[in-house]
């Protein structure tokens, strides 16, 4: 059983276009993340959300809009694409949201194509 | 914000070496893990250990917190192993849950 996944594994689109990808956690926990990797393979957070309530939000453009319908859903849907968007999405999920939060742990990643 | 050193950056290796991955970080954590990413971009879970030592199989880490260093070893290296190694922490300053990574280190076991 995948404990995180994350669909579409691979997305090629055209700029301006409007794209999502859905992530589920099996694993009962309460708090979900996303994480951007880019082409230098840097990792660094975009959004966390415990429990349906949005916990973190960094820099990030306000064209990507996590959803949460249920603590084990966050979906990250993106508007108006832009060729910088390239990067792999990585969704992740923890047991805690508080002082130790415990260990991460990752689905497999969305590589996003934007041409 | 907290900063995460990893070294080496690059490391190639015959099979059957042995190695030692070092993380450094500037600040008090809450959280540390290492991750290994294949070939295939996938990040597997190490270890998760802001303190002590851990052992799993041919690998195992240990962390010094209060010297603020992690270090990852790999012993009868097999070809594998080969992949980018993250170390990942989270500062007791810092959002929770906001795992800080280094640049990774990228190792490649030769056969």
């Known amino acids: 059983d995948t404990a995180v996944s994350q669909t579409p594994k691979y997305l090629v689109t055209q700029m301006g276009n409007d794209k999502s990808i859905k992530c589920e956690q099996n694993?009962?926990?309460?708090?979900m993340y996303w994480y951007k990797q880019d082409s230098k393979k840097f990792l660094k957070i975009m959004f966390s959300y415990n429990n349906k309530e949005l916990i973190i939000n960094e820099t990030v453009p306000n064209r990507f809009s996590p959803k949460s319908p249920d603590k084990a859903h966050l979906n990250l849907h993106i508007n108006s694409l832009e060729l910088g968007d390239s990067a792999v999405y990585f969704c992740?999920?923890?047991?805690?949201?508080?002082?130790?939060?415990?260990?991460?742990?990752f689905g497999e990643g969305s590589r996003l194509t934007v041409l | 914000g907290i900063q995460v050193e990893q070294s080496p950056p690059d490391l190639i290796l015959q099979e059957g070496a042995n190695s030692t991955l070092r993380c450094n970080f500037s600040?008090?954590?809450?959280?540390l893990q290492w991750f290994h990413q294949n070939p295939w971009g996938q990040l597997i879970n190490l270890f998760y250990i802001p303190s002590g030592t851990k052992q799993n199989g041919r690998l195992s880490a240990t962390t010094v917190a209060t010297e603020r260093y992690s270090l990852l070893y790999i012993s009868s290296s097999q070809t594998t192993d080969s992949g980018v190694y993250f170390c990942?922490?989270?500062?007791?300053?810092?959002?929770?849950?906001?795992?800080?990574f280094g640049k990774g280190t990228k190792l490649s076991v030769k056969p």
């Open positions: 600040d008090s954590v809450n959280n």
């Open positions: 694993l009962g926990h309460d708090t």
């Open positions: 990942a922490v989270v500062s007791d300053g810092g959002s929770q849950g906001n795992l800080i």
């Open positions: 992740a999920s923890s047991r805690y949201q508080g002082m130790d939060t415990g260990e991460l742990f």
